[in-house]
């Protein structure tokens, strides 16, 4: 089984920063890549931004030049710095990851339990 922790989430007012991080860990041979999905309430789950491990990134259009997806191999961490919130922002949001699982070598996702984000005055 592999997990994910998410941390960093809670309330910003608008046009303030917040920066997640996600761990993954458990039965991991390698991880193919990891990335953020957002849910706000009555939405359904959107991708946020998604990081090979080639690094090669991709981020959805309404979260370009604010946020930026980074990656530290040798921990199994993920980061999302978010920069410029928006009210829109306000979600919960996932990690997620796709990962060669160490006993079986086949390829699966897993997801966090996610992490609130609040853009709000």
């Known amino acids: 089984q592999v997990q994910l922790v998410e941390s960093g989430g809670g309330l910003v007012q608008p046009g303030g920063s917040l920066r997640l991080s996600c761990v993954a860990s458990g039965s991991i041979f390698s991880i193919n890549a990891m990335g953020w999905y957002r849910q706000a309430p009555g939405t359904e789950r959107e991708l946020v931004a998604t990081?090979?491990?080639?690094?090669?990134?991709n981020y959805a259009d309404s979260v370009k030049g604010r946020f930026t997806i980074s990656r530290d191999a040798a921990k199994n961490t993920v980061y999302l710095q978010m920069n410029s919130l928006k009210p829109e922002d306000t979600a919960v949001y996932s990690c997620?990851?796709?990962?060669?699982?160490?006993?079986?070598?086949?390829?699966?996702?897993?997801w966090g339990l996610g992490t609130e984000v609040t853009a709000s005055a």
């Open positions: 990081i090979t491990s080639g690094g090669s990134t």
């Open positions: 997620t990851t796709v990962v060669v699982v160490r006993f079986g070598r086949y390829e699966a996702r897993y």
